[in-house]
Nanobody, 124 residues
Framework: QVQLVESGGGLVQAGGSLRLSCAAS????????IGWYRQVPGKQRELIAA????????YYADSVKGRFTISRDNAKNTVYLRMNSLKSEDTAVYYC?????????????????WGQGTQVTVST
């Protein structure tokens, strides 16, 4: 079992930066791939970044590629999402998810491993 807690969200001006954290409890965290999703009201939750269990393989959605960086520290049971050059369209609730990695760049999330989410609001 893995429990996930996101933090680091907040209000930031367009062009600014934030770093989200996903702290995990559970002895099997290091064997799980982790994905970051975001959701805005009325839309489906979308996967924006993911990394394999060792952190060597990553995936980024086109909308965040080049601006966001996912990393993990398995010794601290924490995954980070560094978000730079934020835009108003990045405003959303951000969630982390524990799942598995497939192939080179495919993340498969698990429906039962979600955090509670953290709000990111980008003002213009």
């Amino acid at each position: 079992q893995v429990q996930l807690v996101e933090s680091g969200g907040g209000l930031v001006q367009a062009g600014g930066s934030l770093r989200l954290s996903c702290a995990a409890s559970g002895s099997i965290f290091s064997s799980n791939a982790i994905g970051w999703y975001r959701q805005v009201p009325g839309k489906q939750r979308e996967l924006i970044a993911a990394c394999s269990s060792g952190g060597m393989l990553t995936y980024y959605a086109d909308s965040v590629k080049g601006r966001f960086t996912i990393s993990r520290d398995n010794a601290k049971n924490t995954v980070y999402l560094r978000m730079n050059s934020l835009k108003s369209e990045d405003t959303a609730v951000y969630y982390c998810n524990a799942g598995k990695w497939s192939g080179i760049s495919t993340y498969i999330g698990r429906d039962d491993y979600w955090g509670q989410g953290t709000q990111v609001t980008v003002s213009t």
